[in-house]
């Protein structure tokens, strides 16, 4: 799949916007400041309706409009998709070839992302929060149906965490309406669990031969998930994961009341990576995280690849300051020909110009795309 003509309305620094994309490899070039990461941010939102930089979409708005608008025409599976998102104080709406879509749950998945910034290593480094956040933006663009769960379960949490603040307060007495919560919650968890494991049994796969290519090394990387409820893996039916959480919920039922929050299900579940057994957050070094993360993003490719026979389009902001010449060379020689890419980068010198030989260059000045720059 890959992205073609363009356009802004204000978002951010722009105020109106438009550009033709190249089907291979697009460089955004600029000083720092100027909106290269903005219109990189733009194109992560046409995907997945929202930032990964803020929580709140009024911060996308110009600060001299009260909306604003992203559009793009996506070529997928041999079909042009009309795409387009507008954001007001009122909240935002989601159009496929000008028909507005009545849940947003409708639009996520028609346009997939994957964006590789130097943030990505608090994947190895951060809290499981981050790791989790991983876990649902990456595989609810390739499911809607994990996306159902997930909207589902959130609302049910939240209610069931309110009811156990209650009964804590002794506002309310009612035993049996927190077991309806829990057998919902259950049953909600149980089908995000399984889908999880499903998915990470073949990321875990991919990201193991890319690692053992990049590092040129005989070290074995494995990503196991760390659910919360105990004797939970592969092998597990979603029956089976149901009634393990169930069991918990009603066996911690007083605790819970006590702390007034639910302890265990995919809210609290976790990633763990590992090299050669050892956990690579505690005892990998820089360079072997970041070795981790790249072979992480290039198994999210093939993943998305074998789940929905499209490769995705690829985001890569400020990563190659980050990388060496051999990780950086190992990304660029996995993805020539196969994914529509963009870079952002303030010097075009640390590109590896004997790989991307012909990538369109677009500058960017003060929330402006100026005439492009000559190919070096």
């Known amino acids: 799949m890959y992205l073609t003509d363009f356009s802004l309305e204000n978002f951010r620094n722009y105020q109106k916007v438009s550009v033709k994309f190249d089907p291979n490899v697009n460089i ?7 909106g290269k990461t903005n219109l990189l941010e733009a194109i992560y939102f046409l995907a997945l309706t929202r ?13 001299q409009a009260d909306f604003a608008k992203i559009s793009g025409q996506l070529f997928r599976s041999q079909i042009d998709l009309s795409l387009e998102l507008r954001i007001t104080a009122q909240g935002k709406k989601a159009l496929i070839n000008h028909i507005e879509q009545a849940k947003l749950s409708n639009y996520v998945g028609k346009m997939n992302t994957i964006l590789f910034s130097p943030e990505d290593l608090n994947l190895i480094k951060g809290s499981p929060v981050t790791r989790r956040r991983f876990m ?11 996306l159902y769960f997930l909207s589902h379960y959130r609302q049910v949490l939240k209610q069931r965490n309110n009811y156990l603040k209650q009964l804590n307060y002794k506002q309310a007495t009612d035993r049996v309406f927190l077991q309806v919560l829990s057998d919902q919650l259950a049953g909600l968890g149980a089908e995000i669990v399984q889908r999880r494991i499903n998915y990470l049994k073949f990321l875990n796969e991919f990201a193991q031969e890319s690692h053992r290519q990049i590092s040129a090394k005989n070290e074995k990387l ?12 592969e092998t597990t039916s979603t029956e089976e994961i149901y009634q393990k959480i169930l069991d918990v919920y009603q066996s911690s039922e ?10 265990v299900g995919p809210h609290r579940d976790d990633l763990v990576f590992t090299i050669d057994g050892k956990d690579a957050h505690l005892y990998g070094s820089q360079g072997q995280q970041r070795t981790v993360v790249l072979s992480l993003k290039l198994a999210e490719i093939q993943l998305f690849e ?8 690829l985001l890569l902001d400020d990563v190659m300051s980050e990388l060496d010449k051999t990780r950086q060379n190992a990304l660029l020689n996995f993805i020539h020909g196969k994914t529509q890419t963009f870079i952002t980068t303030t010097d075009l010198d640390g590109i590896s110009w004997e790989i991307i030989k012909q990538p369109k260059i677009i500058q960017i000045e003060n ?7 000559e190919e070096k």
């Open 136 to 146: 649902d933006l990456e595989f609810g663009q390739i499911n809607p149906e994990y």
């Open 51 to 63: 930032s990964h930089r803020t929580s709140n979409d009024h911060d996308l708005i110009n600060f």
């Open 222 to 233: 494995v990503i196991s998930y760390a659910c919360s409820v105990n004797g939970v893996d």
């Open 367 to 373: 929330g402006a795309i100026l005439p492009f720059i």
């Open 254 to 263: 007083e605790k819970e009341i006590k702390l007034g929050t639910t302890l």
């Open 28 to 34: 955004f070039i600029g000083q720092n400041a100027q």
């Open 306 to 313: 074998k789940i929905t026979h499209e490769y995705p389009i």
